[in-house]
């Protein structure tokens, strides 16, 4: 089985600010690709190759990087405080739809997803229109528990418990704060925490909070340990 990808850099574009398409209508022949089905997917899951890149949350709203909503679920696991940014997220997101964009990408990290939520109810669009990605970690605690803790701030971010992301991915291999698997803490065993972590994805997965989960490219190391597991590989990496 090969090991799947998210469309290859050529194909695929984050964009991180709206400054070069204020005037510019994101194309309709923008590609979206189907995630493959022998992987940890739903069946027919396009994904579109243009997303908006949101976040991170900056220290002033001056920073130029500065996307947060006030009310964030996920804010607590910092150990310092955000200025308020105001509507960027909210304006950034309705934008990007009335240009036609159809994809957006964020994290529970980014303390943005109340402000994209709104702005989506802003756009008047169907929520099934627009490709949301979003991802659990690394600043806060991976494991089997904490990622599904994790996942209902993203759904309370979002504005509803049985909210349902398209692609969820882990952030990074190894999370930080206080994890409740030991096998996550300083020390413990690497492996079997993102093993447990992916058992954590799968089930969201599994239970429909997710349609497709997958992992940034630094998790594809542990490939080889999931497909000995049997479970379904990443469906995006």
């Known amino acids: 089985l090969a090991v799947p990808t998210c469309p290859p850099p050529s194909m695929m574009l984050l964009i991180v600010g709206l400054a070069s398409l204020v005037s510019t209508r994101v194309s309709a022949s923008v590609p979206s690709f189907e995630l493959d089905a022998r992987t940890a997917t739903k069946p027919g899951v396009k994904m579109p190759a243009l997303l908006l890149g949101t976040g991170p ?22 150990n310092k405080t955000y200025d308020d940014c105001g509507n960027v997220s909210v304006v950034s997101t309705s934008t990007w739809i009335s240009l036609g964009g159809t994809g957006i990408d964020t994290a529970s990290t980014y303390l943005d997803e109340t402000g994209i939520a709104l702005g989506l109810k802003k756009s008047g669009v169907a929520r099934s229109d627009v490709f949301i990605t979003s991802k659990v970690g690394p600043y806060w605690p991976l494991g089997y528990d904490d990622t599904l803790t994790q996942f209902k701030s993203i759904q309370e971010d979002f504005g509803d418990p049985a909210f349902v992301v398209d692609l969820l991915l882990i952030h990074w291999p190894s999370g930080g704060g206080a994890s409740s698997d030991p096998e996550c803490h300083p020390g413990g065993n690497a492996t079997s925490c993102r093993i447990s972590t992916w058992k954590a994805m799968l089930h969201i997965l599994a239970t429909g909070g997710a349609r497709a989960v997958g992992a940034f490219l630094q998790y594809i190391l542990q490939r080889g340990r999931i497909r000995r597991l049997h479970h379904p590989l990443l469906a995006c990496v």
């Open 57 to 78: 949350p900056g220290t002033t709203p001056a920073s130029g990087d500065c996307w947060q909503y006030p009310g964030s679920a996920s804010a607590h696991y910092y």
